[in-house]
C-alpha cells in the first residue's frame, strides 16, 4: 500500500504492506533508528513517538494509519543547528540514562507531554504518571524523573522571562 | 512475533464500515484504538483477514449529551476522561476516578472505551461500570442499528452479544443526579499489571438512608458483574455517621455489603497470583472500601450543594 509518513519534517513516499507496524517502518524504511522496539507488546515504552504530536506506542499502530500524518522521533528532537532539546540537556545534566536502550521512548513521551502542556513541571503526579508508562531496565527512573522535572521547570521559567521581556 | 498479512480496509463512513463488515465470510477485525488488538495480532493469536480501520470517519468522535444520556462515539479515546469535567456531574468523577487505572498516557491517548466494550476483558474498568450503571452498547449492521444493555451483553472473556458483521458506534450511559457520591478503588499486581480486582460505586444517602446504590466488579467474575445482591442489602440500611478513613463499626452496611458482595456476587476465576480465596478476600475489602469513598464524595458533594445554596448560586446540571 503506497503511503507518504512526514517524519520530522521530511516526507517519505512508502510503498508498505498494511500489516507493518510503524516502529518497524520507521526503523527499516526511513532508516531513522533511534525508535528502539523493546517488548512490541505496547508495555515498555521504548518505541514511544510522537504522531501529529501525540505520545503513541508506534508498536501498537501500523504503518498505514500514519498515512498523511505527521510523526516525530527522537532523532527530530534536536534544534536544526543540532543544539540539543531542553530534555537531552536535562537528561545529560540528571545522569538520566544508563544503558540508554529506552531513553527515545522516555524523550518522546516527556517531549509530548511537554509540548501539549508546558505545564506539567507543576504537577509532580503527572511526571510520575509519566515516568511510570515506560520501562528502564536499569531501573533508572528517578534521574529520569528529575530531568523531566528539570527541562519542564526550566522551560516555564524561559517562558516566563520572556513573557516579562515583552 | 509480527502480525500475519491481512486487507487493510479505511471506510470513510458507518455505511461503509458495515458494508465491509458484513460483505464477506471473512474474518474480520475493527481497528479503532487497536492498543488489545495489535498486541494479540502481534501474537498471532488473531490473525484477522480483514481489518477495518474506523478512525478516518467523522463523528465517531463524538462525546455528547443528549437529555439524561451521555453518548460516548466509538473513538472516543480513554484519555478525555482524566478530565472529570469531560462528563458532567459524578459520572465525570467516576470515570476521571477509574480511567487512570488503565494502562498509561500513550496507551489512553490511541485506546477507546467503545474497543473495550467491543473487546471484553474481564478486568476491564469500563465493561464493569457500564454493567453496574445500565449502560446501553449502540451496534449497527447493514440492516440498521440495535440496542443492548449491558447487563444482556457480556457473555464471557471477550464474547458479547456483537455478531462480526456489527460495529459499535458508541456506548450510552445515564447521567448520575448530582446527589449521588461515586467510589472507584482498583487493586493489582504492579504498576503495569490489569486489575486483580476493582469496584465502582454509585451511592445515594437520603437522610443518612440508602436509597440506591450501584456496584459493578471488575475481574470478579468471567464477564462483568453488578453486585445485585450486596446492593439490595444497602437499600435502606443506615449509611451511619462520617467513616474514619475505613474503619468501619461492627455490623456496618458497608462491610456486610462487602461480604456478600464477595460470596454471593462475585465468581472469581483463580489467576496465577490471585486464586479464588484471595480475590473473595479481596472484594470483600474493596467494596467496603469504595463505598466509604462514595459516601464521602456524597458528603462533599452535599456540602458544595449546601454551599451553592446559602452564596444563591444557581444549581447547574440536575440531571434527575
Redesign the interface.
Known sequence: ?KITLTVNGTAYPLDV?????LA?VLREDCRLTGTHLGC????C?AC?VLVDG????A????A??CDGSSVRTVEGLAGPEGEPHPLQRAFSAEHALQCGFCTPGFLM?AA??LEADPTIGNDPQRVE??V????CRCTGYEPIRRAIMRAAIEQATAAAGDAQGE | MKPAAFDYAVPRTVAEAVEALGDTGRKTQVLAGGQSLILEMHLQRIRPELVVDINRIAGLDQLGVDGNTLRVGALVRHGVFESAQAVPGPLGALFARAVVNIAHPPIRSRGTMAGSFAWAHPASEWCAIGTALDADIELHDQAGRRTVAAGDYFHGPYRTARRPQELITAVRFPLLGDDVGVGFIEHRRTHFCFAQVAVAAALTVRDGVISEARIGLVNCADRPLRAHAAEQALIGAEAGTPVDGYRLPDGHPFARAGRIAATQDAAPVAEPYADVEYKRQAIAVLVKRTLCQAADDQRSRGAQHSDAQHSGAQRKGDHR
Open positions: 500500500m504492506e498494511p500489516r507493518r507496524i518497524d512490541e507488546h505496547g508495555v515504552g514511544t501525540e505520545a503513541v506506542r508498536c501498537l499502530m501500523f498505514v494509519q513521551v509530548g507531554a504518571a509519566l511510570g508508562s515506560n520501562i
